[in-house]
């Protein structure tokens, strides 16, 4: 009898971590990097960076929805996806699936991780801002959820489903994440 009880918690214990989302159960042993400061775009030089690929090829593949693109020619108007570093996830918010989607990625970037380091996963890829279905989370705001509207609108009203962001999630990455630079690019990644 006094043998059974520690062996049958040692199972449900095994039994409980196997039940454990991997990303909570197995803690990165690099430093995470802090919140990101607003990095504003400074130039034009619409080329595809390293990082905002990684990201993309990484949200199309574990979450489906499409490739919407990274860069754009220049205009007057300055974006990250000028500099290559904001990639356009499609998804709409009409469709009960994407929501989900939206959901788990969201989820996934805003997670603790093992060692309880807050949006673990976003900060290790450099995510700077995300933009979806009139939301903003930034990380100089540690990304808590705010109104977001885009400064072409007037209203939400008078605003487009695309500046609306509601045909697509919009990814920012710091200069650091866009060039691959960060703890999540130097370990290999299950999609």
Same mark, same amino acid.
């Given at each position: #009898?006094?043998?059974?009880?520690?062996?049958?918690?040692?199972?449900?214990?095994?039994? *409980?971590?196997?039940?454990?989302?991997? $990303? !909570?159960?197995?803690? =990165?042993?690099?430093?995470? @990097?802090?919140?990101?400061?607003?990095?504003?775009?400074?130039?034009?030089?619409?080329? =595809?960076?390293?990082?905002?690929?990684?990201?993309?090829?990484?949200? !199309?593949?574990?979450?489906?929805?499409?490739?919407?693109?990274?860069?754009?020619?220049?205009?007057?108007?300055?974006? @990250?996806?000028?500099?290559? /570093? $904001?990639? =356009?996830?499609?998804?709409?918010?009409?469709?009960?699936?994407?929501?989900?989607?939206?959901?788990?990625?969201?989820?996934?970037?805003?997670?603790?991780?093992? *060692?309880?380091?807050?949006?673990?996963?976003?900060?290790? #890829?450099?995510? #700077?801002?995300?933009?979806?279905?009139?939301?903003?989370?930034?990380?100089?705001? /540690?990304?808590?959820? $705010?109104?977001?509207?885009?400064?072409?609108?007037?209203? /939400?009203? @008078?605003?487009?489903?695309?500046?609306?962001?509601? =045909?697509?999630?919009?990814?920012?990455?710091?200069?650091?994440? $866009?060039?691959? @630079?960060?703890?999540?690019?130097?370990?290999?990644?299950?999609?």
């Amino acid at each position: #009898m006094s043998v059974v009880r520690p062996l049958l918690a040692v199972v449900l214990l095994a039994t *409980a971590l196997t039940l454990l989302p991997a $990303a !909570v159960a197995v803690a =990165d042993s690099a430093p995470i @990097e802090d919140y990101a400061a607003y990095e504003p775009p400074t130039r034009c030089s619409p080329r =595809d960076r390293v990082g905002t690929k990684a990201v993309a090829r990484w949200t !199309v593949r574990r979450f489906g929805g499409g490739f919407g693109g990274i860069s754009r020619a220049c205009t007057d108007s300055p974006s @990250e996806h000028h500099e290559g /570093r $904001a990639f =356009d996830w499609s998804v709409d918010v009409r469709r009960p699936a994407d929501r989900r989607r939206v959901r788990k990625l969201l989820g996934a970037l805003f997670a603790p991780d093992a *060692a309880g380091n807050q949006a673990a996963l976003a900060r290790r #890829m450099g995510v #700077m801002y995300v933009i979806w279905d009139d939301t903003t989370w930034s990380s100089w705001r /540690r990304f808590a959820p $705010a109104p977001y509207l885009n400064g072409a609108c007037p209203s /939400r009203r @008078e605003c487009s489903r695309t500046l609306r962001h509601r =045909d697509h999630v919009h990814i920012s990455l710091t200069r650091a994440g $866009a060039r691959a @630079e960060l703890s999540w690019y130097r370990r290999p990644r299950r999609t």
